[in-house]
Each structure stands twice: as structure tokens, then as C-alpha cells.
């Protein structure tokens, strides 16, 4: 079952695949200039491998966990950095493959938090 499922992946999947990478590389740079516009004081570099992002929230003052300030005042549900170990204090992981609408949403959350 697998060998046949790869076949068709590999066979009609590139289209699907490459609007997949084209909607995420596009929630990247929406995720950017709304950071930008509203959440200065988050750190995001951009990657091109994933569809999570890791945002350096130590610059909002939320303590070593701001994912739980997030979802108890913003209702925005991240992942904590601490759960990635000792250097993830002061992040949160986001998940891009979403909606431009539920992402420009989450941000907007964020945002009201500080």
C-alpha cells in the first residue's frame, strides 16, 4: 500500500505541493509585516524549511513563558518554547498553515496582550 501511494504522490502530488509552498512562503511574509506592524518587539526570522515559526517574544516582558500569557489574555494557543528546553524561555512556536485570516487574527490577539 505504501509503494502505491508514493507512486501516486510522486505522480500527480507536485501541483498540490507546490501550492502548499507558495501559500506557506506567503503566511511568512504576512506573519513578518504584521510582527512588524503590531508586535515590534517580537523577534522572527524567517524560514524557508517549516511551516512553524519561532518568535522571540523576550522583548514583550511575558516572562520565560509567554505562550501561557497568550491564551490566557489573547486566547491565542502557541506552543511554549520551554517544552524545546532550557533556551526556548521568552519563545513560542506558531503554526503557519492556516489561514491568512486566522493568522492576521492570532497576531491581532497577540497584540491586544501587551
Request: proline content about 4%; charged content about 20%.
Amino acid at each position: 500500500m505504501g509503494v502505491i501511494a508514493q507512486t501516486a504522490a510522486l505522480e500527480t502530488g507536485c501541483g498540490w505541493l507546490d501550492e502548499v509552498l507558495t501559500a506557506l512562503d506567503a503566511n511568512r511574509a504576512l506573519l513578518a509585516g504584521l510582527l512588524a506592524d503590531r508586535l515590534p518587539g517580537v523577534g522572527y526570522r524567517r524560514d524557508h524549511a517549516t511551516y512553524l515559526a519561532w518568535l522571540d517574544c523576550r522583548g514583550l516582558g511575558l516572562g520565560d513563558d509567554p505562550a501561557r500569557a497568550f491564551l490566557d489574555r489573547g486566547r491565542v494557543a502557541l506552543n511554549p518554547g520551554l517544552t524545546f528546553g532550557p533556551g526556548g524561555a521568552g519563545h513560542v512556536r506558531l503554526n503557519l498553515a492556516t489561514s491568512r485570516a486566522i493568522l492576521a487574527e492570532a497576531v491581532e490577539r497577540m497584540a491586544s496582550v501587551v
